[in-house]
C-alpha cells in the first residue's frame, strides 16, 4: 500500500490548510487511516484518526474543534483539514494506514504501532 501526502506549507497563525493523502487501496471499507505528526526534536504524535466503515472519527486533545478528519471513497483519499493554526502545530505531518481490510480496536486507535503502512510526510509551518 502506497501512501502520498500533499498540502503541507506555510501559514501565519489563525490560518488554515487542507492536508491529503492519496492512497493506492481499492476501498476505505472497513479501513483505519490516521494523521500523526512530528515537530522538531519531538517524539511522533497522534493527530486524528478515521477507523472503519463506520467512520468514527478521533481527535487529539491539542486539534480537537480545530482539525477536522475525513475520507473521499470515491478518490480513496484521505483529508485532513486544519483550521485556526498555531505556532505549536508547526510539524512533519504523516498519513497512516493499518493493515489492508482492518481497522484498530477503539484503544488502539490513536496508537503509532496501530498503523503499518506510512506516508512520506508533508510540512506544516505555522507562522506567529
Known amino acids: 500500500v502506497q501512501l502520498q501526502a500533499s498540502g503541507g506549507g506555510l501559514v501565519q497563525a489563525g490560518g488554515s490548510l487542507k492536508l491529503s493523502c492519496v492512497t493506492s487501496l481499492h476501498t476505505f471499507s472497513n479501513q483505519g487511516m490516521a494523521w500523526f505528526r512530528q515537530a522538531p526534536g519531538k517524539e511522533r504524535e497522534f493527530v486524528a484518526a478515521?477507523?472503519?466503515?463506520?467512520?468514527?472519527?478521533y481527535y487529539a486533545d491539542s486539534v480537537k474543534g480545530r482539525f477536522t478528519v475525513s475520507v473521499d471513497r470515491t478518490k480513496v483519499t484521505l483529508y485532513l483539514q486544519l483550521n485556526s493554526l498555531k505556532p505549536e502545530d508547526t510539524a512533519v505531518y504523516y498519513c497512516?494506514?493499518?493493515?489492508?481490510?482492518?481497522?484498530?480496536?477503539?484503544?488502539?486507535?490513536?496508537?503509532?504501532?496501530?498503523?503499518?503502512?506510512w506516508g512520506q510526510g508533508t510540512l506544516v509551518t505555522v507562522s506567529s
Open positions: 478515521i477507523r472503519g466503515r463506520a467512520d468514527s472519527t
Open positions: 497512516a494506514a493499518a493493515s489492508t481490510g482492518t481497522r484498530p480496536i477503539v484503544s488502539a486507535v490513536r496508537l503509532a504501532s496501530a498503523y503499518i503502512y
